[in-house]
């Protein structure tokens, strides 16, 4: 079937699409405007006086371009996506729509503070569930994603710090941690230091207690970890850090294993970004936008950064600026107020599921990565042993003398119709499969995922190598070449070079 | 529970898979002090109608620019946005899909980006751009620091032009690297030389065109100023719509572009979720931040696009990464990439060409209330008044009769007092005469 050749290189409903460049006629546009009325012209010396050379199209045109690119796309709408550390869960729509109501969507973040009150009390109110749900008292609402939240948390604590006259020059982050920790730690000016997983894949507690001298700012602890394990010694963790005069930050990633059962606020965590766009069903939109909140402890909740909106008599007040009686702000980390229309969509799923909803569905989470760590085990190679929490890991072990690659696995499991984990993270194991389903599956459909995996795994066995090594065949595209993408980078569209240039 | 698939009898029959009594016993890692056993103090789970209600009742309590004549900007704006665009980034392929990871399924996605950073390397007038950031205030912060290393000095110079949001988030951003900022005074005159300040430890100035007061700027002499002394010109841009009448930043000699690009596509929605343009030169390339979206074949020799030169981020480098940026704005990029492809050429110029015209209307209009000035010699679709009180009760008076009648600068600026009298005013294609006329006649009756 792959080697049937079409005219058009379209494949029936797989249809290849032109660049916009490559469909433009001068002149041509999917907008109608009125022509200016006649004005002053006041725009000064500096106009454009050259064309820009965007391309010009009809409305049909953009809207076919545009439907028949996405064809090319996998989606959560379109099947389970189980991608380690992403949480990709259902989106709700009934998000959308409460994001797109007049009074939401067409607010200005600078209007007279009266004239938005429903938007401060909306976020006031993410900012009470957020705090309820990890038993933290403070939330700073404005970081745009996961890895802003980071370096805002930990801008909080190094300002913490500094405040006591206190200036320690060491983060330490575990090895599994994800790659942003370590980045966020270095743009705080911190220097890091890499924490070793015990044979069980957590955090070796008695090596990091060695390295607890008075230079450590802040530990960064992935809770439940990448390995997909709860770390049971959190407890002894955090009273170790704060006994050495440092703080806990802990990376939220993964907060959808536990949402509703454990407050990491009890497990004395003082700084946790949530990542919006996981735990709470907001879109991921094929890179972003997401929101990346952060809670804050006691200690920290002074340093919070501008702004932030507090409850005046009945009604509410966005702080913008230092001077307010026991604050402390280290400044301001985003543009406006933060994540306005991430923070809508959150709170609808969040008043949609509840406190029992998200409590089951944190469970459900857990057992259908359980179901499949159940199914998978006998065949692909656990990292660890015990339940694991809402992702499980393998590695390539159960792969060894195949021929075939991690990567040549999860090819394969393209052409199946699903997208595959993550892979080759965390970098503590070899070869990672890191599987998340969410608690958005059915059992049908994690089912679907173990016969294929299951199946995928026994042909490896038997060293049906080319069979991987061709894989995908029945995607848009095959193999793409990224070495080549990288050495020499083709980043825009050019125009043609005209004919007569090559005389 | 709508979102829930498992019924009772599917979890008790994969608990017997797992081989545990029930899901508690897959939390036995946690302390016991730190395990709930009830739901936590918050309301229960509600339907469709509930959430509708509750969740409209808070829109209810706001004006929004719908429903008002609305003359707000400062680096987020009142735009039309094309019914296509909404619809298309509503589709499921882009809107529930991934970061890009794996490119052969998501081609899509990949495509729209070469797209949106051709289409932001031509409107800016440089030569590569990435595939998005936060906002433009971030982007701003990240542009100072990449100046940095590609300079290898410390010291970042931000004009008294630049949005003050910006001008902060610069500065908490590198507030514990080694680096200096030195911000110059608010510029509400327009007298400023950033020339004068560049030594031989300036890594960049960062100006902003048009300022935040709204004033057209020329910044190729600033350029020429950055080359002889080695410090690089960063051009922030908050109205993206101007680049369809402004003279482009590349063409000043602009040796990186910050913008905002919430114009195109993208709702005012309180402020966010926006999405931060990044353009620079090529010789930059390997110092950027952020995500590049690369063209390359697969193992048919068919064109395709994947992520690529991956190896600054933080996922390769760790702390030796240009950046911690993981999730930039995606979709975002896709409504700004689709209302860019919608306008073309013809359009975009058009949409630039109204605003400018709306404005100064709207200019000439205000001018003339008595004891109105307006500051700007030159503007696109915003300007700075200066009015005999000061502006902030001014604002809330009219925001009393239904008006939204600007940007009162000490809100920008809250240390400046002697700004206390100056309003941002700004106008777009939404601006109707109606809108105008009311203002006009609400100001001049709060001025008597």
């Not at chain 2, 009393?400 to 600068?409: E, F, K, S």
């Amino acid at each position: 079937m792959t080697d049937v050749v079409t005219l058009t290189g379209n494949r029936g409903l797989d249809l290849e699409e032109k660049l916009i460049f490559e469909q433009d006629k001068a002149g041509r546009t999917a907008v109608d405007l009125p022509e200016p009325e006649r004005h002053d012209n006041r725009l000064g010396p500096a106009r454009r006086t050259r064309p820009i050379g965007l391309p010009g199209l009809s409305e049909p045109q953009v809207v076919r371009h545009y439907v028949r690119m996405s064809r090319n796309n996998y989606a959560i709408d379109a099947g389970i996506y189980p991608l380690g550390s992403c949480t990709m869960k259902h989106n709700p729509r009934l998000n959308e729509k409460m994001a797109r109501q007049p009074g939401l969507a067409d607010i200005h973040p600078l209007q007279p503070q009266g004239t938005v009150q429903g938007a401060f009390a909306l976020m006031h109110e993410l900012a009470h569930w957020l705090a309820e749900l990890t038993g933290m008292p403070a939330v700073a609402l404005s970081p745009a994603a996961g890895a802003h939240g980071e370096l805002t948390g930990l801008m909080a604590i190094r300002s913490a710090l500094e405040a006591r006259g206190d200036a320690r020059r060491v983060v330490l982050v575990p090895e599994s941690a994800h790659g942003t920790n370590p980045a966020s730690a270095h743009m705080c000016g911190y220097e890091i230091e890499s924490v070793a997983a015990t044979a069980r894949g957590r955090v070796d507690l008695a090596a990091m207690k060695a390295r607890l001298a008075p230079d450590v700012a802040a530990v960064m602890i992935t809770n439940p970890n990448t390995c997909g394990l709860f770390e049971d010694d959190m407890a002894e963790i955090s009273a170790a850090v704060h006994a050495a005069g440092a703080f806990v930050y802990c990376d939220g990633a993964n907060f959808n294993a536990i949402v509703g059962r454990v407050r990491p606020g009890d497990l004395g965590i003082d700084a946790m970004h949530l990542n919006l766009h996981k735990t709470f069903s907001t879109p991921h939109g094929g890179g972003g936008p997401g929101a990346g909140p952060v809670t804050l402890s006691k200690a920290l909740a002074p340093f919070a950064p501008l702004p932030y909106v507090v409850r005046e008599g009945e009604g509410f007040r966005l702080v913008e600026q230092a001077g307010e009686t026991g604050a402390h702000p280290y400044g301001r980390m985003k543009g406006f107020h933060g994540q306005f229309g991430v923070f809508v969509r959150a709170l609808s799923y969040m008043m949609s599921m509840g406190s029992d909803g998200l409590r089951q569905a944190s469970a459900d989470a857990v057992l259908n990565a359980n179901y499949l760590r159940a199914r998978l085990q006998g065949t692909m190679s656990l990292s660890y042993e015990g339940p694991c929490m809402h992702e499980v890991l393998f590695d390539d072990h159960f792969l060894a003398d195949t021929g075939v690659s991690t990567l040549d696995f999860a090819k394969a499991m393209i052409d199946e119709g699903v997208h595959p984990m993550t892979m080759y993270f965390p970098l503590i194991v070899h070869g990672a499969f890191l599987i998340e389903p969410t608690e958005t599956e059915g059992r049908a459909s994690l089912d679907l995922l173990a016969d294929l995996m299951l199946g995928l795994a026994k042909r490896a066995k038997a060293k049906e190598v080319a069979f991987f090594k061709d894989s995908p065949k029945l995607a848009p595209r095959r193999r793409l070449d990224e070495t080549r993408a990288a050495r020499n980078p083709v980043l825009r569209w050019m125009p043609p070079a005209p004919k007569a240039a090559a005389e | 529970m709508r979102y829930l698939p498992l019924t009772d009898e599917d979890r008790t029959s994969m608990l017997a898979t797992v081989g545990v009594e029930s899901v508690d016993a897959l939390y036995r890692g946690v302390p016991k002090a730190a395990l709930l056993d009830r739901p936590v103090d918050l309301p229960p789970h509600g339907g469709e109608i509930e959430v509708e209600r509750r969740i409209c009742a808070l829109a209810a309590q706001n004006i929004g620019a719908s429903t008002a004549p609305f003359f707000l900007g400062a680096g987020n704006y009142f735009h039309h946005i094309p019914a296509t665009v909404d619809h298309l980034i509503q589709r499921s392929e882009y809107l529930t899909s991934y970061t890009p990871y794996q490119p052969e399924i998501s081609q899509g996605t990949l495509q729209a980006l070469f797209e949106f950073q051709t289409q932001v390397a031509l409107i800016t007038g440089m030569e590569i751009a990435n595939a998005s950031m936060y906002d433009g205030a971030t982007a701003c912060a990240e542009a100072a620091m990449m100046a940095c290393r590609v300079t290898r000095r410390h010291r970042v110079v931000l004009s008294g032009g630049l949005h003050p949001h910006y001008r902060d988030v610069t500065a908490t951003n590198v507030k514990f690297m080694s680096l200096d900022i030195s911000a110059l005074a608010p510029d509400a005159n327009g007298t400023e030389d950033a020339a004068v300040t560049i030594d031989d430890h300036t890594a960049c100035v960062v100006v902003q065109n048009p300022d935040v007061f709204g004033r057209v700027r020329d910044y190729s002499n600033l350029g020429a100023a950055c080359r002889a002394k080695g410090a690089l010109l960063v051009v922030v841009v908050t109205e993206i719509v101007s680049l369809g009448a402004l003279m482009p930043p590349g063409d000043m000699g602009a040796d990186i572009v910050a913008a905002e690009g919430q114009s195109l596509g993208n709702p005012m929605s309180f402020g966010g979720p926006h999405v931060g343009l990044f353009a620079v030169r090529e010789k930059f390339l390997r110092q950027m931040p952020g995500r590049l979206c690369g063209e390359t074949v697969d193992t048919d020799g068919k064109r395709g696009w994947v992520l690529t030169l991956s190896t600054r981020e933080q996922h390769i480098r760790r702390e030796k990464a240009t950046s911690n940026i993981c999730t930039n704005s995606g979709l975002c990029a896709l409504a700004f990439t689709i209302h860019l492809t919608l306008l073309g050429e013809a359009g975009f110029t058009r949409l630039a060409a109204i605003n400018h015209a709306r404005a100064s209307t709207l200019a000439k209009k205000l001018g003339a209330v008595p004891g109105v000035v307006l500051l700007n010699e030159t503007f696109f679709n915003e300007f700075t008044l200066r009015l005999p009180r000061p502006a902030s009760p001014i604002v809330d008076t009219l925001a009393a009769r239904g008006i939204l009648a600007g940007v009162p600068v000490v809100r920008l600026f809250p240390d400046q007092r002697d700004l206390a009298n100056l309003l941002l005013v700004s106008a777009t294609e939404m601006t109707t005469d109606d809108d105008m006329d009311r203002l006009v006649a609400a100001l001049g009756e709060v001025l008597k």
